[in-house]
């Protein structure tokens, strides 16, 4: 089997049947599907079991999207590890076009797509994803119409959105599948720097398409989903970036919240998200819990970050390169212009 594609899955039985027949009309057909439902009560799991083609990895809990994927590894069988949201849909070629550029490219570690807005499809969802200084992510180009931009196919990216994205088995081999503790959100992150600190390349299937609706599962400012972000990234942070960007981490923290807190004042971006979302005390306190839980983990990412050196292959000047070259402003991460 050359390909696993893994879907987790918590009560998403409204997207389920499109995702999966997507999957059915693919081109390339070497591939399994395995589907973790993370304890839906949705009526997923009866769903399912009735669909022949999927391996089925049932937990009766909400484990995570990371320790999700992560329990698939024993049962899956494919030299490509693709992981795919079940909010997406495919079109018939994408893992055709997919698997074509990770032959070509044995050195490449990550294979991103054409992500795109299930509900708008000229504007992009993710063309591989961009760092801002105090490596809060997000996908690169978001909000562009395709059409307008100047993209190669085959383009160096810094990693993938895990939303879609094809990881090399021997590649998860070398430094482990995603981190657990991220439960969800940024766990990307920190496997796309893991890999491209081990020396793997990550490259972009331009003409690869799926499309995504984009934060369907803890929507699109939810406290849930600013507190896992807030904490997370920091998790990603402390456990790859080099310790002059970690000794300035404070001060590029800083200067996100103050340009939060100004776009928020406008209403503009993020911003008007943010004031429409009925729950801005929630969020607030969401934000702060994020960065005290990161703090209280300290010890343990640092343990981890010893295990993340050991496998480095780039000096701190080449990490240093490659993040600026995949650089995101806290303007472009909030939606608002410079």
């Known amino acids: 089997m050359r390909v696993s594609v893994i879907i987790v899955n918590w009560n998403g039985l409204g997207h389920l049947p499109e995702c999966l027949d997507s999957l059915q009309q693919q081109t390339f057909r070497d591939f399994e599907v395995i589907v973790v439902d993370n304890g839906s009560s949705d009526g997923s799991v009866s769903y399912l079991k009735q669909r022949p083609e ?55 570690g990550m294979v991103g797509c054409r992500i795109m807005n299930y509900h708008e499809r000229e504007r992009v969802d993710s063309l591989g994803m961009a760092i801002c200084s105090d490596g809060m992510s997000r996908g690169n180009f978001r909000g562009r119409r395709f059409a307008e931009l100047a993209v190669e196919d085959e383009a160096e990216i810094l990693f993938p959105s895990a939303c879609v994205a094809l990881y090399r088995r021997a590649m998860v081999d070398e430094i482990g599948f995603f981190d657990g503790d991220f439960f969800a959100y940024c766990e990307d992150s920190d496997l796309g720097l893991r890999g491209r600190l081990a020396g793997w390349q990550a490259l972009l299937a331009r003409d690869a398409v799926v499309y995504h609706k984009y934060s369907m599962t803890a929507g699109s400012l939810s406290p849930l989903k600013l507190y896992l972000v807030e904490r997370n990234h920091f998790y990603a942070v402390l ?100």
């Not at 795919?84 to 050195?107: G, S």
């Not at 981490?249 to 996100?256: A, F």
């Open 54 to 108: 999927v391996r089925l990895v049932p937990f009766q809990e909400n484990v995570g999207f990371a320790a999700g994927n992560n329990a698939t590894l024993p049962v899956s069988r494919g030299e490509y590890l693709i992981t795919l949201n079940n909010d997406t849909k495919a079109e018939p070629d994408w893992l055709e076009k997919l698997v074509r550029v990770a032959d070509r490219h044995p050195e490449a």
């Open 239 to 338: 456990k790859n970036f080099p310790l002059v960007l970690l000794v300035l981490l404070p001060l590029y923290t800083l200067l996100r919240y103050l340009v939060q807190a100004r776009v928020v004042l406008r209403g503009k971006g993020t911003g008007g998200e943010f004031m429409a979302s009925g729950s801005r005390n929630d969020c607030i306190l969401a934000l702060l819990r994020g960065m005290r839980d990161a703090l209280l983990a300290l010890p343990t990412l640092l343990r981890k970050r010893a295990e993340v050196m050991r496998h480095k292959k780039l000096s701190n000047r080449e990490t240093l390169r490659l993040l600026k070259r995949h650089q995101l402003t806290f303007h472009e991460l909030l939606d608002v212009q410079d």
